[in-house]
């Protein structure tokens, strides 16, 4: 019976009118409204130095008059460019395997074979002299080698390692002592 009697309050419960409308009605608000601000642009005065004259560089005419860039999936790239003003500059690179100095995570060198990049390149150029300048290098496991013409060189030494002196003597010769057992005879 108790059962039956609290379904029945449920069911009611849930059953309720649709109608039923609460006696409290929150306000409603507009927006307020600004008036937009009274304000004109600012005036700045002209600056006291005139504007760069960019129109005298004598750079402004050269351009680029050939190009090219090349990348490979095996690490392998190479690129060149060359301008007006006849400057060229091109470059390789050939990934190559290599011994090095490897460092494990407890920071131990070992000596093993390590992925490096070996370029070759050059580059030729003018001066503004008109003087002629070409340049040639390679960087690999031996390091960096550039050649030029205009490079400086080391002065060369020739000369001759002095030469320790020689001393023909003859060594002293030790004596030697025969003992005697006082009679003049020898005791061997």
Not at 9 to 36: D, H
Not at 54 to 64: E, G, H, L, S
């Amino acid at each position: 019976m108790k059962l039956f009697v609290i379904a029945a309050v449920l069911a009611v419960a849930v059953a309720a009118p649709s109608s039923y409308k609460p006696a409290y009605k929150p306000p409603t608000y507009s927006a307020p409204a600004y008036s937009k601000p009274a304000y004109s642009a600012p005036a700045y005065p002209a600056p006291a130095y005139s504007a760069p004259a960019y129109k005298d560089n004598k750079y402004a005419d050269i351009t680029i008059t050939s190009q090219s860039d090349e990348r490979n999936l095996d690490g392998s790239s190479q690129w060149s460019y060359a301008q007006s003003d006849y400057t060229t500059r091109e470059e390789s690179q050939v990934q190559k395997k290599m011994q090095g100095v490897k460092y494990d995570s407890y920071g131990k060198a070992t000596y093993e074979d390590v992925m490096g990049n070996t370029n070759k390149g050059s580059s030729y150029w003018v001066s503004p002299e008109g003087e002629k300048f070409t340049l040639t290098w390679s960087a690999d496991d031996a390091g960096f080698q550039p050649k030029g013409d205009h490079l400086p060189v080391a002065p060369v030494h020739e000369y001759e390692l002095p030469v320790a002196p020689v001393h023909e003597y003859e060594l002293p010769v030790a004596p030697v002592h025969i003992p005697f057992n006082g009679k003049g005879y020898k005791i061997y």
